[in-house]
């Protein structure tokens, strides 16, 4: 299992630039973890994309359905966000040099994928790749 920030779950979902490059590493590791935030971040972010028109409204039934199948067939393993977790990304980000941008959402995930034993994070957010490697997680972009 790999983990995936959200970015990348968005991904197997929508045709973006990038999406296949993505699918098919999901495809050849089979399953992909995430925190659980990413479920939450997932649907607001399917709705910006109706809203921006980057999907289109009468799929958004169907998107929500196939990722809740994918989810029920054990494709996503979401990680579980608990006040510890959050803890250490507070200590963790305190750290960071200045020079550094990092959204918490993104601090969440980096965190999340270290303390749960991965020693990659694969995302195409440049904050998150510059930042992972200062919070002791290497970041890959396949893209």
């Known amino acids: 299992m790999i983990y995936f920030d959200t970015a990348y779950v968005l991904k197997c979902y929508i045709n973006e630039p990038g999406s296949a490059a993505v699918r098919s590493l999901l495809f050849r590791h089979q399953s992909a973890a995430c925190c659980i935030l990413g479920r939450l971040e997932f ?3 399917i709705k910006r994309a109706v809203r921006e028109r980057r999907l ?9 359905e196939i990722f809740e199948r994918d989810d029920q067939n ?3 393993g979401w990680l579980p966000c608990t006040p510890q977790l959050v803890e250490v990304t507070l200590r963790a980000t305190r750290n960071l040099p200045e020079s550094i941008y990092i959204r918490s959402a993104d601090a969440l995930h980096i965190v999340c994928a270290r ?29």
């Open 43 to 45: 649907t607001t972010a």
């Open 74 to 76: 054990g494709i996503w």
């Open 56 to 64: 289109d409204a009468r799929v958004l039934d169907t998107v929500f």
């Open 115 to 143: 303390e749960n034993g991965f020693a990659e994070i694969y995302s195409n957010d440049r904050h998150v790749l510059a930042a992972a490697p200062h919070l002791g997680i290497q970041a890959v972009n396949v893209i």
